[in-house]
């Protein structure tokens, strides 16, 4: 494809915390079923960081520089000549994986598992912290009045939960769900359980202030683990976690009553994998959506003799954005209190390093932060 050195100013991961604003190409011309888009808000997500601070997620390895950034929302700039469901001025929100659509993933309705997906801020693939990013049109869903472009941003981490939630999780009106983190996207699995009719929903963190937040916003009840005992085993550790749990909020395994459906952990942590697994009721479903160590060891036996389905949830597929902006147009789900921190585009850094602290330089704890485009102010949310 030709391009030009317009001005496509774009925050570029160099190397390991070396990062930089450069120009970078803009599209002439696009494909005929493409749109290009003027990036206006952007939030940052865990991935983002973890590029940031360590240059690498598992195999994925940040070999030349890359543009950071994939929860984004903009305006079309431009549309390909076989577009004909949006045009220049609708406000979108992109999903920002391009798929082949020729696989057998792709083919059954799977595409969030394409091997050969491109997906933004993924090496090799540029992210979205630019003027302008380019991508298929039949993943820029345009949004209603109704929807600011922040809350646009904040589909794809919703899209998130969406899928691991309602899709994966088969999560029902009047089920009870437990959320192991009460970060951003434990957030929101829990809004969305919330918006789909739970019974009750159960928060469970090690930090205080994100429990308090997480009762404020979705959650029925809280749960803050117990400290470790000297000589305890991390799976003597979580069985007495689970007990702790169970007795606190008069759960059982069986049975139709006070019992947890679904669980997901959104945390990536061992302890939490471990106590979700005594949790979750006989039959039930544990879904597995935050990514932390690699290799865990897992209480096998109890999976079997309860006949827990385990489910891995990666991203988003089919419908799961447009669930997800239906959810927020019709007042379901509200994302506004999410955002805690709005940056200019020319703070990007500080945007990146409070989001790695946790916490801002005045010490305001960090849910989520928003950039926001070139020549775009953290004050216009439009």
């Known amino acids: 494809m030709e391009s030009t050195e317009a001005d496509n ?25 493409e749109v290009l888009v003027e990036v206006k808000k952007t939030g940052i997500c865990g991935s983002d960081v973890h590029f940031y601070k360590h240059g690498r997620i598992g195999p994925l390895v940040v070999e030349k520089p890359m543009v950071l ?26 999903e920002p994986g391009a798929v082949c659509n020729l696989c057998h993933e792709c083919k059954i309705g799977k595409y969030e598992l ?70 951003p996207v434990g ?10 009719g739970a019974a009750r929903v159960i928060a469970i963190d090690i930090v205080p202030s994100r429990l308090e937040f997480a009762k404020n916003y979705a959650a029925t009840d809280v749960f803050l683990p117990p400290p470790t005992n000297p000589n305890e085993s991390g799976m003597e550790y979580s069985k007495r976690c689970a007990d ?18 679904v669980v997901v952990d959104a945390s990536g942590a061992e302890p939490s994998i471990q106590t979700a697994l005594h949790v979750v009721k006989v039959g039930g479903t544990f879904v597995q959506l935050g990514m932390g160590t690699a290799d865990i060891q897992i209480p096998m036996t109890l999976m079997l003799i309860k006949e827990v389905t385990i489910k891995g949830s990666f991203r988003y597929g089919p419908g799961d954005y447009p669930f997800a902006i239906s959810l ?51 004050d216009d949310h439009m």
Request: aromatic share 6%; glycine share 10%; proline share 7%.
């Open 9 to 33: 100013l774009s925050f570029v991961l160099n190397a390991i915390q070396d990062v930089s604003f450069q120009p970078r190409p803009v599209p002439k011309s696009l494909g005929d079923h």
């Open 69 to 94: 950034g994939h929860e984004s929302s903009g305006i079309i700039s431009q549309v390909g000549t076989k577009v004909t469901h949006l045009k220049p001025g609708d406000r979108v929100a992109l």
């Open 114 to 183: 394409c091997g050969n997906i491109q997906f933004a801020a993924t090496p090799p693939q540029d992210g979205t912290l630019g003027r302008y990013y380019r991508l298929p049109a039949g993943v820029s869903y345009r949004v209603p009045d109704s929807m600011t472009l922040e809350d646009a941003a904040m589909i794809e981490p919703l899209s998130v939960a969406v899928h691991a939630v309602a899709n994966i999780g088969d999560f029902r009106a009047t089920q009870t769900i437990a959320v192991w983190g009460a970060g």
């Open 187 to 196: 957030l929101l699995c829990m809004a969305v359980a919330k918006a789909l």
């Open 244 to 261: 702790t749990m169970m007795t606190e909020f008069g759960l059982q395994e069986r049975g139709g009553a006070n019992v947890v459906d």
């Open 328 to 378: 927020v147009s019709q007042g379901k789900v509200d994302l506004r209190p999410l955002v805690t921190h709005r940056f200019p585009f020319g703070q990007a850094i500080e945007a990146f390093k409070a989001t790695q602290a946790g916490k801002s330089e005045d010490g305001k704890p960090v849910i989520k932060a928003i950039i926001s485009g070139p020549d775009v102010s953290p």
